[in-house]
C-alpha cells in the first residue's frame, strides 16, 4: 500500500494525524491541491484503510487518570481456546488501552490506565489475576511520560 503514496498524499496524511478536524478546504489548501480532488484522495484512503477512522485525544490525566502501567502477562496454559478466552476478557476492560502478544518471557503486554495505585491493584485483583490460566502478572508504572503520539512516522 505504501507504495502508491505519492508526496501529496503522505502531506495530506501527516495533516490528518495532526489534526483530524481540518476540513478537505484546509487541507486541499495547504497541500495546494483543489478541494474536490484533495476530497477524494482522502476518501480514496479511507475506502483503502489507511485512515482507519478519526477520534479525538483525550487528556488522561485531566479525566482524573493519572496512572500508566505497563504489565507483563504470562499465561500457565497456551492452548488455542486460553488465549481466546484471555484477549476476549481484556477487550472488554475499558482500563486496558493496548494489548499486544509477545515474543520472549511474556505472553502479553498491557498499557493500562488508572485512577491511583490503588485502583490499579483494584483491577489487578479483581480481573487480570482472577482470569483463568494467568500464572504471572508484572507491572511497570510509568513514572512520567516522555513522548505520547499516535503519529506514524510517513517517512
Known amino acids: 500500500m505504501q507504495e502508491k ?9 501527516r495533516l490528518l494525524q495532526h489534526d483530524a478536524d481540518l476540513s478537505a478546504a484546509e487541507i486541499a489548501e495547504k497541500v495546494e491541491l483543489s478541494q474536490s480532488p484533495c476530497w477524494r484522495r482522502i476518501n480514496r484512503m479511507q475506502e483503502e484503510g489507511l485512515i482507519e477512522r478519526k477520534v479525538a485525544l483525550l487528556n ?7 496512572m500508566t502501567v ?9 492452548g488455542r481456546k486460553n488465549l481466546e478466552e484471555f484477549e476476549q476478557a481484556v477487550v472488554g476492560y475499558p482500563e486496558v488501552l493496548e494489548c499486544y502478544t509477545m515474543a520472549g518471557g511474556s505472553d502479553y503486554l498491557l498499557k493500562v490506565v488508572a485512577k491511583d495505585i490503588a485502583s490499579y491493584e483494584r483491577f489487578l485483583r ?5 482470569r483463568p490460566h494467568v500464572q504471572e502478572a508484572h507491572s511497570h508504572i510509568a513514572m512520567s511520560e516522555v513522548k505520547r503520539t499516535t503519529e506514524l512516522p510517513l517517512d
Open 5 to 13: 503514496l505519492n508526496p501529496i498524499d503522505r502531506k495530506i496524511l
Open 60 to 66: 488522561p490525566k485531566l479525566l482524573g487518570l493519572g
Open 70 to 78: 505497563f504489565v507483563d502477562i504470562k499465561l500457565s496454559a497456551h
Open 126 to 130: 479483581d480481573h487480570l489475576l482472577q
